[in-house]
């Protein structure tokens, strides 16, 4: 006599792919357009006056090289260059940090900001992709950071560098996002 196991087939119903979700920090000095892009990649408008005090973290789902992706943004306010990092450094899979090619001083801010997170991004495995983002390329006119100085940047923390304007096509915002989202499933 043989006692086999009963066998039992339990049907379960398993989503092939749990939909990723991807966490987006955006940093950098006041007034570079962190909330502008990130309202702008959201709800495809530019938001002229938005409160410059308010932080908050926004879900959106994404579909990026036709798979579904569930991301949010932290768009953060801080005053004082990298204070109280802990919120999004243990958060984010991905950072976007900004500055605004118009302003001198918001570019020289960056700098901190990719020292604290670069330094504790290296220590991540997988490591966090980070972008440098330089914003408000309409405002060529005024322009006070070259094109090559914020690719020098870029190159020696080893991030991805682009330009863009929150007030121009929606597409070059997303894009940008999006590019972020394809760095973290790479990892
Ligand atoms: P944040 O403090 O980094 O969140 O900056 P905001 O998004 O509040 O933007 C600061 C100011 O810059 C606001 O007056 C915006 O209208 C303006 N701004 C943001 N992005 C752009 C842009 O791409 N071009 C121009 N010309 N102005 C922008
Ligand atoms: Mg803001």
């Known amino acids: 006599l043989m006692f086999g196991k009963a066998r039992t087939c339990n049907i379960v119903t398993v989503p092939e792919h749990e939909p990723l979700e991807c966490n987006i920090v955006i940093l950098g000095a006041m007034r570079s357009g962190k909330s502008a892009l990130t309202v702008k990649f959201l ?4 938001i002229s006056e938005y409160d410059p005090n308010l932080e908050d973290t926004y879900s959106s789902e994404e579909v990026v090289d036709q798979q579904p992706v569930l991301v949010k943004v932290m768009d953060t306010a801080d005053q004082d260059g990298p204070v109280n990092c802990e919120r999004y450094l243990n958060w984010a899979n991905a950072f976007i940090i900004v500055y605004s090619i118009d302003n001198r001083n918001s570019f020289e801010a960056c700098q901190q900001y990719l020292e604290t997170v670069t330094l504790y991004s290296k220590g991540l495995q997988p490591e966090a992709p980070v972008i440098l983002l330089g914003n408000k390329v309409d405002m060529e006119r005024y322009r006070q950071v070259s094109k090559a100085d914020g690719a020098a940047l870029a190159l020696r923390f080893g991030c991805l560098f682009f330009e863009v ?14 590019q ?8």
């Open 43 to 46: 709800t495809k408008r530019f």
């Open 180 to 187: 972020a989202i394809r760095e973290v499933r790479r990892e």
């Open 165 to 178: 304007s929150a007030c121009l096509d929606f597409l070059s915002v997303q894009h940008i996002f999006h």
